[in-house]
């Protein structure tokens, strides 16, 4: 037996025990249905001795363990062995589209953005309505400033999830990053509030070296009813940017509840605090998905990591 699998095998369960506590979601499977597989050679494709084993010795957890295990593998960028361990879970369980979305991950964090996105391409071919794969694309053509592109599918996300204060977050996020700030703001004001929401654009501006109209941003951000954390971190970037500008104190006229607890590299996350993996993707900057945890538990908000 290889190394990696005897590694599984010692190890695994541990891994899924945190995975079914919530510490690594794996999603379930997608609808049923027999589907391309980038990486299959044939229906027929031989597994190896040792996933047989892991099969045997996990029985009916073998996907959720090795599921889990593979993801251990990515994060810890031990790349060729989640590889591995991916393609042979797309060709075990054909009707689950998480070791697909692996496969790409994995194809983008090694360069290889091409394939990564015809991995996801097949994928969303066969499962349109998965909002989980449309996201990943949209992160993936935002990393490589695909804004056409990216824009498309942030209208296919928000038309499979409008009322996903997740899906709705990460649509801004991309939007704003694509330069379409006003297009943005409804859906980073449904996730997050709209104070969280000028502070998101801000924060990103700023990222983009506009710090000119970062401030600006800062400062509606303070006048919209900000909660605690949206206060203190607009007041931090406004004192880094601009140190004379004026700080308005926020409007008293009404109590608005916090936004959010959470934060991914300042931004403030929607649906609360987040738990971030270690791997982010190429060019995804300040903003991680939390791709591993599962739509976030929703904050006490105003309809809004």
Same mark, same amino acid.
């Given at each position: 037996?290889?190394?990696?699998?005897?590694?599984?095998?010692?190890?695994?369960?541990?891994?899924?025990?945190?995975?079914?506590?919530?510490?690594?979601?794996?999603?379930?499977?997608?609808?049923?249905?027999?589907?391309?597989?980038?990486?299959?050679?044939?229906?027929?494709?031989?597994?190896?001795?040792?996933?047989?084993?892991?099969?045997?010795?996990?029985?009916?957890?073998?996907?959720?363990?090795?599921?889990?295990?593979?993801?251990?593998?990515?994060?810890?960028?031990?790349?060729?062995?989640?590889?591995?361990?991916?393609?042979?879970?797309?060709?075990?369980?054909?009707?689950?589209?998480?070791?697909?979305?692996?496969? %790409?991950?994995?194809?983008?964090?090694?360069? =290889?953005?091409?394939? /990564?996105?015809?991995? !996801? &391409?097949? #994928?969303?071919?066969? @499962?349109?309505?998965?909002?989980?794969?449309?996201?990943?694309?949209?992160?993936?053509?935002?990393?490589?400033?695909?804004?056409?592109?990216?824009?498309?599918?942030?209208?296919?996300?928000?038309?499979?999830?409008?009322?996903?204060?997740?899906?709705?977050?990460?649509?801004?996020?991309?939007?704003?990053?694509?330069?379409?700030?006003?297009?943005?703001?409804?859906?980073?004001?449904?996730?997050?509030?709209?104070?969280?929401?000028?502070?998101?654009? %801000?924060?990103?501006?700023?990222?983009?070296? =506009?710090?000119?109209? /970062?401030?600006?941003? !800062? &400062?509606? #951000?303070?006048?919209? @009813?900000?909660?605690?954390?949206?206060?203190?971190?607009?007041?931090?970037?406004?004192?880094?940017?601009?140190?004379?500008?004026?700080?308005?104190?926020?409007?008293?006229?009404?109590?608005?509840?916090?936004?959010?607890?959470?934060?991914?590299?300042?931004?403030?996350?929607?649906?609360?605090?987040?738990?971030?993996?270690?791997?982010?993707?190429?060019?995804?900057?300040?903003?991680?998905?939390?791709?591993?945890?599962?739509?976030?538990?929703?904050?006490?908000?105003?309809?809004?990591?």
């Amino acid at each position: 037996m290889s190394k990696s699998y005897r590694l599984v095998l010692n190890s695994v369960l541990l891994l899924a025990s945190c995975a079914f506590c919530g510490c690594a979601l794996v999603s379930g499977s997608a609808a049923s249905g027999s589907h391309f597989l980038p990486f299959r050679k044939a229906a027929t494709a031989k597994l190896s001795p040792e996933f047989r084993e892991a099969q045997r010795m996990f029985g009916r957890n073998t996907e959720k363990n090795l599921l889990a295990w593979a993801l251990y593998q990515e994060d810890t960028e031990q790349y060729a062995e989640a590889m591995k361990t991916y393609r042979e879970l797309a060709i075990a369980y054909p009707d689950n589209v998480q070791p697909q979305l692996g496969i %790409a991950r994995v194809e983008e964090a090694t360069g =290889r953005g091409e394939q /990564a996105l015809t991995v !996801l &391409q097949n #994928a969303a071919a066969v @499962h349109p309505q998965n909002v989980e794969v449309q996201l990943q694309l949209m992160r993936l053509h935002t990393s490589e400033e695909n804004w056409q592109e990216c824009l498309k599918t942030c209208e296919i996300v928000c038309n499979l999830a409008p009322t996903d204060q997740n899906a709705r977050y990460e649509v801004g996020i991309a939007m704003v990053r694509a330069g379409r700030v006003q297009d943005a703001l409804p859906h980073l004001t449904f996730a997050v509030g709209r104070s969280a929401a000028c502070y998101n654009v %801000a924060w990103i501006l700023h990222e983009q070296s =506009r710090d000119a109209d /970062a401030v600006s941003w !800062l &400062q509606q #951000a303070l006048s919209e @009813h900000p909660d605690r954390q949206t206060a203190e971190r607009s007041k931090l970037l406004l004192a880094e940017l601009s140190p004379a500008a004026p700080q308005p104190a926020p409007r008293r006229d009404r109590v608005v509840p916090a936004s959010a607890e959470g934060d991914q590299g300042g931004v403030i996350r929607a649906g609360g605090p987040v738990d971030v993996p270690s791997w982010s993707g190429p060019g995804q900057g300040a903003v991680r998905p939390a791709r591993h945890a599962g739509p976030a538990p929703q904050a006490v908000v105003q309809p809004r990591r």
